[in-house]
């Protein structure tokens, strides 16, 4: 079941996004060279306990990984597609690429927002990646809809992707977000024919979170059980927002 929310509801959901949204903004101004991904972390715990918020991630129990996710911070650097673990002996330098994932819970509320930044000079080829995905995103967000339904939103990423040369990683998915981190409806970043197809409807909030390869799609975990990496070791790009369906169109919850 799709929850739909009340409007008191997406206002809550609204300030766990905006919340989510002022870390990133923080957390992007601190990215430079010789910046550990461990500092960021740092940064992101004492800005999420400041709001009087939790951090969603940490302490998320993962099935496949068998463990608790043990940072408020996904940090995916280069090949790492999502849930890359900050570390201390990961130092930022020019020519990466690191995704900084989020969630928070405020007042019973969940917000998640990832973005990827490039860390001083990167190649054109990585900057079309950073850009294609942050377009596909946008795209997508502009599909969601009441009205429309769910496979337009999947399907906007997977052309954008695939028609600029990009592979759409399969194996991790966008979903509902509320009261809980994860809700239905799952939001793959291609159309999933054995998926429901069901229609938006006003009150519904999509985390829509394309996660793009340069090289192929296919991904493989670490013996950390979490890191996803690009098996032939090509970087990727993650975006992600929270996206409320409402009578005046698309409400991105992340963003102000
Ligand atoms: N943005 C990701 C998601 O929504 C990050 C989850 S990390 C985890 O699934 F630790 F919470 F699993
Ligand atoms: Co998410």
Not at 52 to 79: D, H, M, R
Not at 89 to 98: A, C, F, H, N, T
Request: hydrophobic fraction near 40%.
């Amino acid at each position: 079941m799709i929850v739909r929310r009340s409007s008191v509801e997406l206002e809550k959901l609204r300030r766990s996004g905006l919340l989510v949204y002022q870390i990133l903004q923080d957390l992007k101004a601190m990215v430079a060279e010789g910046v550990t991904t461990h500092d960021l972390e740092v940064a992101a715990e004492r800005m999420i306990a400041d709001a009087g918020a939790s951090p969603a991630f940490k302490g998320y129990y993962s099935q496949a990984a068998g463990t608790k996710y043990p940072f408020a911070l996904c940090t995916s650097v280069n090949e790492e597609v999502v849930h890359g673990m900050p570390s201390a002996k990961r130092k930022l330098k020019s020519g990466d690429i690191v995704s900084i994932d989020t969630g928070v819970l405020l007042e019973g509320y969940f917000g998640d927002s990832a973005v990827t930044v490039a860390i001083g000079e990167v190649n054109e080829s990585v900057k079309r990646l950073l850009k294609v995905t942050e377009e596909s995103l946008e795209l997508a967000i502009d599909r969601t809809r009441a009205g429309n339904r769910l496979f337009d939103v999947c399907g906007t990423v997977e052309k954008y992707v695939t028609l600029n040369g990009f592979s759409i990683v399969r194996e991790f998915v966008g979903h509902g977000i509320g009261t809980s981190l994860h809700e239905e409806p799952q939001v793959p970043n291609y159309v999933d024919r054995r998926g429901e197809n069901p229609r938006l409807k006003p009150g519904m909030v999509l985390a829509i979170e394309p996660m793009v390869n340069a090289g192929k799609a296919e991904t493989k975990v670490l013996s950390d059980k979490w890191t996803a990496v690009a098996k032939d070791g090509s970087y990727s790009a993650h975006f992600e927002h929270m996206v409320a369906v409402t009578d005046n169109g698309p409400w991105v919850l992340s963003r102000p």
